[in-house]
């Protein structure tokens, strides 16, 4: 499979692979980053795939066919990178697609290599152990930077200057994960942690706090959901936006339960340390920063499946529970909105919209939207998204007002009427 002599290329989905690579580089894996999905990438997907995937599915396809046309691409020494996962999602179905274009193209040399959740997502090379591991790092401080910079940029007093910080910073989180992780990776995010800090900001206006979910790809991808963290930013809103931790966080969980039910306790011990790893370091990275950001940290998993059950079975897997289970999480943190962003046409999704009103309603009809994204250039997103972010405004405001009244109301002790002074 992966020798020295290969390269390994990764979708660039989102920043996070920057890091994945660079954990491969340091296992001696030759790793490269494709460059982010454009237009071409979205042409070449929509010509060779059927019309029924998915946008990712098409822009997935469309990135490794754009590398292969490039001069000098070479079959024989070339991997594609292609996690999957099981379940009716087409996700699941990527890597078949794939490798069927793929051969029908006359590119049968060229492999993809698909890492699944159903064993959380082991790794390749002489150390798929080690690998996994300083790409759980990565992945981490990845998250923790995007945190950083969507709790920094809505505030900063020159443009563009948190998006350089943000630059500055991923590079030097990709290069400790080529270094090797550890504590190189915690120094990293130290000294990212204190450059964000160092950032002058305005913060006298309190801008509305979107909670972003939704499924992963279109949700962390900026040209499949046409920046939408920024354009709810220039629409006056700041955005608490799930993660990549999220989904490897409900892989582990789901190993775990399921192999609990089925009795294989042997599998459950070994997600079980799965877990306790992922735990550990996303605590120990978090600790950096914590101190540089002001909302608290995403509840764990195992938390946010017990806050869904009453609403919908965790059980029942596939991303839809992940979605719920952090829109609850944001709801109860007291976010003024809710976007939950996927595929046109995505089936997690759908359930997630279709349960929407159930999982507002404990927290006062807290403003919802959903998003589907087709690779089309729509100007009714825009005109949505402006509406609910004036209903966020509204939101936030009336809430505001409340908590105001409640404060100034005077207080009953044992059915006394209280002492003014």
Known sequence: MTTPSKTVYLPRMSDHAFAVAGAMRH????????????????????????????????????????????PGFDPERAIFFMPTGPGPCRFGQYRVLEREILDRLGL???????????????????????????????????????KLLHEHRPY????????????????????????????????????????????????????????????????????SNGGLVRQIEAAGGEVLQSTFMDWLHFSAWSRRTQSWLLGDYKDWLAARLVVSYQDHIEHQLHRTVAPFLRQPADAPMPSIMEALA????????????????????????????????????????????????????????????????????????????????????QFQRRRAARTTALAAKPRRTNGEIPRVE
């Open 27 to 70: 296992q001696g894996i030759c790793a490269e980053v494709l460059p982010p999905p454009d237009a071409e990438s979205m042409a070449i997907g929509l010509d060779l795939c059927r019309g029924r995937e998915c946008l990712p599915c098409f822009l997935c396809i469309g990135d490794m066919v754009r590398r292969t046309r490039r």
């Open 108 to 146: 049968s040399a060229v492999e993809v290599v698909s890492p699944d959740s159903a064993s959380s997502y082991a790794l390749f090379g002489a150390n798929p152990r080690q690998l996994r591991q300083q790409a759980w790092r990565g992945i981490v401080a990845v998250d923790l930077l995007l």
């Open 156 to 223: 900063e007093t020159q443009a563009g200057t948190a998006d350089a910080t943000y630059a500055r910073c991923l590079e030097r989180v990709a290069q400790a994960a080529e270094a090797g992780g550890g504590r190189r990776m915690t120094e990293a995010m130290e000294w990212s942690a204190r450059q964000f800090a160092a950032r002058p900001a305005e913060r006298s206006a309190a801008r509305p706090v979107i909670g972003v979910v939704g499924e992963l790809y279109v949700m962390l991808n900026l040209y």
């Open 310 to 393: 009453p609403y919908y079975d965790p059980v029942l897997g596939t991303e839809a529970v992940v979605t719920m289970g952090r829109a609850l999480d944001y709801a109860a943190k007291g976010v003024s909105g809710i976007l939950n962003v996927m595929p046109f046409s995505c089936m997690p999704g759908i359930i997630v919209g279709a349960m929407a009103p159930r999982l507002r309603e404990p927290f006062g009809d807290v403003p919802w939207l959903d998003l589907s994204y087709d690779g089309q250039e729509e100007t009714n997103i825009r005109t949505r998204l402006e509406a609910f972010m004036h209903q966020a405004s």
